[in-house]
T-cell receptor
Framework: KAGVTQTPRYLIKTRGQQVTLSCSPI?????VSWYQQTPGQGLQFLFE???????NKGNFPGRFSGRQFSNSRSEMNVSTLELGDSALYLC????????????FGPGTRLTVT | KNEVEQSPQNLTAQEGEFITINCSYS?????LHWLQQHPGGGIVSLFM???GKKKHGRLIATINIQEKHSSLHITASHPRDSAVYIC?????????FGKGTKLSVKP
């Protein structure tokens, strides 16, 4: 089986712009979770989608949003980018949610200048 | 105080040594994960456990639900084990992460 894929792998954006990141889960997985990793805060849970519905959400502002399509692929959007949004964004797929076994993608490294 | 605490933060070992990384948490959990992250960012799930003990090759993970504590052991450590090891707990649909333990194994 192919693993979790994320595109793009690297991205440079300017403050105030918006960005969309994509995640394709392992075939058959219906849950996709998104995480942000920064040197200061470490790994933090953003949200989880299951069968096209947001099931759980972490403590992030409304600028961070996501969606999941009928084929389980998921996108994450960040609007009005701030310098502090520079981070590694990871998605993970699984048969359940974050409390089940997770398979991580390679991540998208976002730099905001 | 963080909800998930790991110790030590950094660990240097000689090849062949037995290594223990500890994780304590303060919330009710449904499961605990041990993750491995190599330079470059890729994360691999090593274990998910909710009770007892699991073993995979040279890696052993234990959890004590009453004491809210888990340990990850590496037997006969090898330089390829050098990575950041992260403990994460599943609580109320979220994953809460520890800050990680950076392990360096010298040949």
């Amino acid at each position: 089986k192919a693993g979790v894929t994320q595109t793009p792998r690297y991205l440079i954006k300017t403050r105030g712009q918006q960005v969309t990141l994509s995640c394709s889960p392992i075939s058959g997985h219906r849950s996709v979770s998104w995480y942000q990793q920064t040197p200061g805060q470490g790994l933090q849970f953003l949200f989880e989608y299951f069968s096209e519905t947001q099931r759980n959400k972490g403590n992030f502002p409304g600028r961070f949003s996501g969606r999941q399509f009928s084929n389980s692929r998921s996108e994450m959007n960040v609007s009005t980018l701030e310098l502090g949004d520079s981070a590694l964004y990871l998605c993970a797929s699984g048969s359940g949610g974050p409390t089940y076994e997770q398979y991580f993608g390679p991540g998208t490294r976002l730099t905001v200048t | 105080k963080n909800e998930v605490e790991q110790s030590p933060q950094n660990l240097t070992a000689q090849e062949g040594e037995f290594i223990t990384i500890n994780c304590s948490y303060s919330v009710g959990i449904s499961a605990l994960h041990w993750l491995q992250q190599h330079p470059g960012g890729g994360i691999v799930s090593l274990f998910m456990l909710s009770s007892g003990k699991k073993k995979h090759g040279r890696l052993i993970a234990t959890i004590n639900i009453q004491e809210k504590h888990s340990s990850l052991h590496i037997t006969a450590s090898h330089p390829r084990d050098s990575a950041v090891y992260i403990c994460a707990v599943g609580s109320q649909g979220n994953l809460i992460f520890g800050k990680g333990t950076k392990l360096s194994v010298k040949p």
